[in-house]
DNA sequence: GTATCGATGATCT
DNA sequence: GATCATCGATACC
């Protein structure tokens, strides 16, 4: 069982509840259990990809398992990873529980709370960066374990939207 | 604890 | 020129 990008963006964003998030390259090894995601499909108003491919979601585009990092309000970085079939969904990473690397990720935050609770501060814990944007996670720096156990699966509208705010394709755990 | 608001710039109309 | 898949500071309860 588990988990495979090639699924709706909606299946994959549930399944990665509970998954353990570690990114590891020669500085150190840090990341947390996703608590939190968005899905974002191709025909929906909410997504990057409604209007169809450009410059900036080209990733959203490419192979499931593709990273989609893209920029917004000018300051701050979010992770996503594409899914289904190179049509255009992907599952937002919005929060994290940390469990590796809390000093380093102290250190990237200037802070020793709220290290990992949104989409541009887990991005930045992580020490993430755009340049992450259209590589695959296979061969990128981060990993992903599945759950022992499947956690309790919450669900809700989208945080940050405006449209299709009936669509309960926000999956968290308490 | 919640509510509001400004920052800040790429992207798209 | 408008729109953001956000965050942090501030004010208030």
Same mark, same amino acid.
């Given at each position: 069982m588990g988990l495979d990008f090639t699924w709706s963006a909606p299946d /994959?964003?549930? $399944?990665?509840i509970g998954c353990e998030l570690l990114v590891d390259d020669e500085a150190r090894e840090r990341g947390g259990i996703i608590i939190e995601t968005e899905a974002y499909a191709r025909d929906d108003p909410a997504s990057h990809s409604f209007r169809g491919q450009t410059l900036r979601n080209a990733a959203m585009f490419m192979p499931a398992g593709t990273l989609y990092m #893209?920029?917004?309000?000018? =300051?701050? #970085?979010?992770? @996503?990873? /594409?899914?289904? @079939?190179?049509d255009g969904q $992907?599952?937002?990473?919005r929060a994290l529980r940390p469990t590796k690397g809390l000093a380093y990720m102290e250190a990237r935050r200037g802070a020793t709370q709220h =290290? !990992?609770?949104?989409?541009? +501060?887990?991005?930045?814990?992580?020490? =993430?960066? +755009?340049?992450? @944007? !259209? !590589?695959? =996670?296979?061969?990128s720096i981060i990993s992903l374990t599945p759950p022992k156990h499947e956690p309790t699966i919450l669900q809700s509208s989208r945080i940050g939207v405006t449209k299709a705010t009936d669509v309960l394709w926000r999956f968290y755990t308490s």
């Open positions: /994959v964003a549930r $399944a990665l #893209y920029q917004i309000y000018g =300051l701050h #970085y979010c992770l @996503n990873i /594409v899914c289904g @079939n190179s $992907a599952v937002l990473i =290290l !990992t609770d949104g989409p541009a +501060k887990l991005v930045q814990a992580l020490g =993430l960066d +755009k340049t992450l @944007n !259209t !590589t695959h =996670l296979d061969s």
